[in-house]
């Protein structure tokens, strides 16, 4: 065996380890979360202020990013579309695409990148600082006070947000398809109904769910890990940001296999 080949063996192999430590890290974390709110150490308060803080705060820039993905889409497919098309289909699209992926996905970017990334900034200083020893000495859980009310509140919080952002992106596109196409509230309404599943909003609202418990969970996990001062809580944000955004990615795309099939 060559050096070159064994030395990709050990990175793989190093590699490997890691992304197994990490997710084992995870398991281990979301399990202590999920004991602690059985068995009621986690504060409704705690939950409410993090529900508050993900919900009401996020909910500018998800309808902003709902908007214009909703005009974004009915631009592009009125564009694609020819007369061998009847253009009430546009309906379907729109909606398909935005209840399906858009609304969910790009909703829980604007988690990562408000919620998630502060998440981890937040206990990432609480680490290095000495905080969470503090709590700990205190006979305080940190899971129970800072991980767990996080977790219930993105996983109770993102389908909401989702549920407006489906809403306001299909409004943004019938009004979008009204003005660039010409196309009438009635016929994009009718291409809506015409291929609509009810069992469409119910996946993207799992979705949404999935999405909601993985951002905090990571970005949680990624903080309480977090070494070394102001630059090590500079590098956890950035990795935690790139995790996240994977982990959507990767999510969103065993989704289909798993629940369309």
Known sequence: MTGA???FLAAFGRSAEGTFRFVGGMSILAAHSVRALVTGRVALRDILDQGVEMGVGSLPLVLVTAVLSGIVTSQ???????S???LY???SVVTSSIILELGPVMTAFVIIGRVGARITAEIGTMQVSEQIDALLSLGRDPVSALAAPRLVAG???MPLLVGIANTVGMFAGLVSARLTVGLGDEAFLYGARLFWHNWDLFYSLMKATVFGFIIPLVSTH???LTRGGAEGVGRSTTTSVVIMIISVLVLDALFPPLFLN
């Open 155 to 157: 996983t109770i919080t």
């Open 84 to 86: 061998s098309i009847p």
């Open 89 to 91: 289909v546009l309906g």
């Open 222 to 224: 990624m903080g309480f």
């Open 5 to 7: 080949v064994r030395a």
């Open 76 to 82: 592009q497919g009125g564009y694609q579309f020819t």
